[in-house]
T-cell receptor, first 115, second 110 residues
């Protein structure tokens, strides 16, 4: 049973296209995230949602629009794709417990290549 | 989030202990110390976290300096599967955001 699953695993598309990446978690976590890992392997948060409500939006271009239909799903839609959007996108979830937030769980990533 | 400093890379022999250091001299009293690792072609995975006392779990041990300005992740017996990038992250209590640095790339030598 995959705790955080993303689809597709690989996505190759042309500049200017619109694409979506889907994420689902079966952990019952309240908070979900999108992270981007660029070619230099630097991981940076993009968005976070808590119970379908946007909590964090880290200065991401408007072409990126997250959507959370319910707390188990967080999808990422990207309009007018650019070469610089090529990266690995990771979905993650977490739950706040005592003793500080305990353990993010990440998906295995979606490698997006824009040509 | 407060900043951490880690060596860019380390090597260790298989089946030997590995000590991965992390400096966090500007840590605040409510910052928890988290360690994550990222195996090749995978998402990051949680390793361990602590506040003041040393912590042990099935994956590793976390040794925290008395002044909390540094910590060490200890892998007791490294295997080839432990080759990964290890991230030391400070996270304020109640703040769910994880801010990754550049981490330490650990290479295990057979």
């Amino acid at each position: 049973d995959t705790a955080v699953s993303q689809t597709p695993k690989y996505l190759v598309t042309q500049m200017g296209n619109d694409k979506s990446i889907k994420c689902e978690q079966n952990l019952g976590h309240d908070t979900m995230y999108w992270y981007k890992q660029d070619s230099k392997k630097f991981l940076k948060i993009m968005f976070s949602y808590n119970n379908k409500e946007l909590i964090i939006n880290e200065t991401v271009p408007n072409r990126f629009s997250p959507k959370s239909p319910d707390k188990a799903h967080l999808n990422l839609h990207i309009n007018s794709l650019e070469l610089g959007d090529s990266a690995v996108y990771f979905c993650a979830s977490s739950q706040v417990v005592s003793e500080g937030s305990y353990g993010y769980t990440f998906g295995s990533g979606t490698r997006l290549t824009v040509v | 989030d407060a900043k951490t400093t880690q060596p860019n890379s380390m090597e260790s022999n298989e089946e030997e202990p590995v000590h991965l250091p992390c400096n966090h001299s500007t840590i605040s009293g409510t910052d928890y110390i988290h360690w994550y690792r990222q195996l090749p072609s995978q998402g990051p995975e949680y390793v361990i976290h602590g506040l003041t006392s040393n912590v042990n779990n099935r994956m590793a041990s976390l040794a925290i300096a008395e002044d909390r300005k540094s910590s060490t992740l200890i892998l007791h017996r490294a295997t080839l599967r432990d080759a990964a990038v290890y991230y030391c992250i400070l996270r304020d209590f109640g703040n769910e955001k994880l801010t990754f640095g550049t981490g330490t790339r650990l290479t295990i030598i057979p």
